[in-house]
């Protein structure tokens, strides 16, 4: 398998742009997850997804980020517009819920950067 | 207060050393704990899991949980150049939240 798959990996973009993260999780894995991570906080979850459907969406900062997951194999994170304070590393994860004692396996992340 | 804790460092150390690398909680109903090691520009990637109190070993690192103290430690021993990352202890009730601490820098010396 080739584990979870995050594009695009580097993103710079002007305050006020949208911008669109994406994420195939572990085929078979029901549960996928989206982290920030920053110096300061450390990793924060945002949503996550059981089935395909927002189950947690409880650290969504605002309403200008948003998330998708149309069907088992994809999901997308959308910020609009965006800030510099936006700017982070956006992971994605994911499990099987039948493995309930094991950890989550992650993507390399997409880098955000946001002038 | 934040449900879990961890000491962010930086550890810098020799290699050889012994590392220990320690957590606090305050939930109590955490049952599953586990350390995830991450490379610079890498997500992280899981490295130990334990279920309830006690240790578990494999290889040169070994996993200790505490429960009754609400505290969780990785241990080093023999440590590489290679194991030089952020470590992060994390941890869930059983539903899939796992809730992470914010991670330890670790350099080991050459």
């Known amino acids: 398998d080739a584990g979870v798959i995050q594009s695009p990996r580097h993103e710079v973009t002007e305050m006020g742009q949208e911008v669109t993260l994406r994420c195939k999780p572990i085929s078979g894995h029901d549960y996928l997850f989206w982290y920030r991570q920053t110096m300061m906080r450390g990793l924060e979850l945002l949503i996550y997804?059981?089935?395909?459907?927002?189950?947690?969406d409880s650290g969504m900062p605002e309403d200008r980020f948003s998330a998708k997951m149309p069907n088992a194999s994809f999901s997308t994170l959308k910020i609009q517009p965006s800030e510099p304070r936006d700017s982070a590393v956006y992971f994605c994860?994911?499990?099987?819920?039948?493995?309930?004692?094991?950890?989550?396996?992650f993507g390399s992340g997409t880098r955000l950067t946001v002038v | 207060q934040k449900e879990v804790e961890q000491d962010p460092g930086p550890l810098s150390v020799p290699e050889g050393a012994i590392v220990s690398l320690n957590c606090t909680y305050s939930?109590?109903?955490?049952?599953?704990f586990m350390w995830y090691r991450q490379y610079s520009r890498k997500g992280p990637e899981l490295l130990m899991y334990t279920y309830s109190s006690g240790n578990k070993e494999d290889g040169r690192f070994t996993a200790q949980v505490d429960k009754s103290s609400k505290y969780i430690s990785l241990f080093i021993r023999d440590s590489q150049p290679s194991d030089s990352a952020t470590y992060l202890c994390a941890m869930k009730k059983g539903a899939n939240n796992l809730f992470f601490g914010t991670g330890t820098r670790l350099t080991v010396i050459p």
């Open positions: 939930n109590s109903a955490f049952q599953y």
């Open positions: 997804f059981n089935n395909n459907v927002p189950i947690d």
């Open positions: 994860a994911s499990t099987s819920g039948q493995a309930d004692g094991y950890g989550y396996t």
